[in-house]
């Protein structure tokens, strides 16, 4: 069974300052590994993904991720964060080989501060 | 390309009604997952189904909850005698198999309140 611990609930932040958002999983198998951003009121979309090869990520908006196996870490950051940045963030695991199913964190909540 | 379509968004029902929450995967997705949401937690998986068929429903409740992914038209899920408990939102993504490591697209949500 795969378990996605996130360790902050809520992170406030100024406006361009840097961000990172924690996360690190437990499981007995090798994983696929994800972070989705929750805009209020709508769906989960898709941030950036882990699946082999370089252990850093990038999404089109500047966030970044770095896979780092020896301390089952997922970390999400960002440089310099934008107001349009508000919303709720989750990191999500995936087995090899299983069904695919989610395993999901209990989400971080981004605030950006004018 | 329409993304993953749920309906209804918002759904009240009184305990003891039956709730339908419908779900329209994105075209050429035939992988369909839902997921409950209840306030101050992550999503938790359900169920997943491909067409005519249940795959994995390890994290459905035993009693009164079920799905459907017929052939043709929306996979359906039904809760029936609806408690307060199963107040939340539930979210329905699609994918299609490759390699692993798909891509969920996940809907906007149905939010059940149950009175």
């Known amino acids: 069974a795969q378990s996605v611990t996130q360790l902050d609930s809520q992170v406030p932040v100024f406006e361009e300052a840097p961000v990172e958002l924690r996360c690190n999983y437990s499981?007995?198998?090798?994983?696929?590994l994800f972070w989705y951003v929750q805009y209020p009121n709508q769906g989960l979309q898709l941030l950036l993904k882990?699946?082999?090869?370089?252990?850093l990520v990038e999404s089109i908006n500047g966030f970044e991720a770095e896979f780092n196996k020896s301390q089952t870490s997922f970390h999400l950051r960002k440089p310099s964060v934008h107001i349009s940045d508000t919303a709720e963030y989750f990191c999500?695991?995936?087995?090899?080989?299983?069904?695919?199913?989610?395993?999901f964190g209990k989400g971080t909540k981004l605030t950006v501060n004018p | 390309n329409a993304g993953v379509m749920q309906n209804p968004r918002h759904l009240v029902r009184r305990r003891g009604q039956e709730a339908r929450l419908r779900c329209s995967p994105m075209?050429?997705?035939?992988?369909v997952y839902w997921y409950r949401q209840l306030p101050e937690e992550g999503l938790k998986f359900m169920v997943y189904?491909?067409?005519?068929?249940?795959?994995?429903e390890s994290g459905m409740p035993k009693e009164r909850f079920s799905a459907e992914f017929p052939k043709e038209g929306p996979s359906i899920l039904r809760i029936q005698q609806v408690v307060r408990g199963d107040s939340a939102a539930y979210f329905c993504?699609?994918?299609?198999?490759?390699?692993?490591?798909?891509?969920?697209?996940f809907g906007p949500g149905t939010r059940l309140t149950v009175l």
């Open positions: 993504a699609s994918s299609h198999r490759s390699l692993g490591g798909n891509e969920q697209f």
């Open positions: 499981s007995s198998v090798s994983v696929y």
């Open positions: 882990y699946l082999s090869g370089s252990t």
């Open positions: 999500a695991v995936s087995a090899l080989g299983g069904s695919e199913k989610l395993v």
């Open positions: 075209k050429g997705h035939s992988h």
């Open positions: 189904l491909q067409k005519e068929n249940i795959i994995d």
